[in-house]
């Protein structure tokens, strides 16, 4: 499996070394040592989610606020995705930045968010299955959200290929980043 840090360098994008031939095909999809030697530290998993989403359909940025927080490794089984994480841990470098990858059945690339992040999707495809293993439980009372289309973030969504995001109220409702509660860390 090639791990690849992306321009924000705790968030890592793998790509898993695909066997296939006219049967179909097989790949690794998770190896706790391989991982765990990527991320650089020991990383335990304790729930694993699964969501579909029509076309439009943008969940995010979704965070866990101390001491629930949780890191994701999130992948695709049907469709595509544009995959977010933003950094919003006060003291980081890359505080209030964000990077983003494809997430695709057909590609089968998986992106680690780790704590300390917001994380969101928007679904590229008719439908789109997304798969995320979380190092924590979910707690709604730590739940937080910031609006995905906050002016100083600046995510470049494609919406060349999705004109208009298809919201819950929940995600309606989410805050600016500046007014934001944030990692302290």
């Given at each position: 499996?090639?791990a690849?840090?992306?321009?924000i360098p705790?968030v ?10 006219d ?5 690794e999809s ?6 765990n ?6 990383v ?7 969501s579909?989403?029509s076309?439009g359909?943008?969940?995010g ?6 001491p629930?927080a ?6 695709v089984v049907?469709g595509?995705?544009?995959d ?17 990858a494809h997430?695709?059945a057909?590609?089968k690339?998986q ?10 999707f928007i679904?590229?495809?008719d ?11 979910y707690?709604p009372e ?10 100083s973030l ?5 919406f ?9 109220e929940?995600?309606?409702m989410?805050?600016?980043f500046?007014?934001?509660e944030?990692?302290?860390?």
């Amino acid at each position: 499996m090639k791990a690849t840090p992306l321009t924000i360098p705790d968030v890592i994008l793998f790509e898993p070394k695909v066997f296939g031939d006219d049967r179909g095909f097989f790949f690794e999809s998770f190896n706790q040592r391989q991982f765990n030697d990527a991320v650089g530290y020991e990383v335990s998993f304790v729930q694993d989610n699964h969501s579909r989403s029509s076309k439009g359909v943008l969940r995010g940025l979704h965070y866990q606020l101390p001491p629930m927080a949780q890191g994701k490794l999130v992948r695709v089984v049907a469709g595509e995705v544009f995959d977010v994480a933003v950094d919003i841990r006060r003291s980081s470098p890359t505080f209030g930045q964000w990077v983003g990858a494809h997430l695709s059945a057909e590609n089968k690339h998986q992106l680690w968010v780790p704590e300390g992040f917001a994380h969101g999707f928007i679904v590229l495809s008719d439908c789109a299955e997304f798969l995320y293993k979380t190092t924590n439980f979910y707690a709604p009372e730590y739940e937080r959200s910031i609006r995905w289309d906050d002016s100083s973030l600046a995510v470049k969504w494609p919406f060349d290929i999705v004109e208009q995001p298809i919201l819950s109220e929940k995600d309606n409702m989410a805050l600016p980043f500046e007014k934001a509660e944030v990692f302290n860390g």
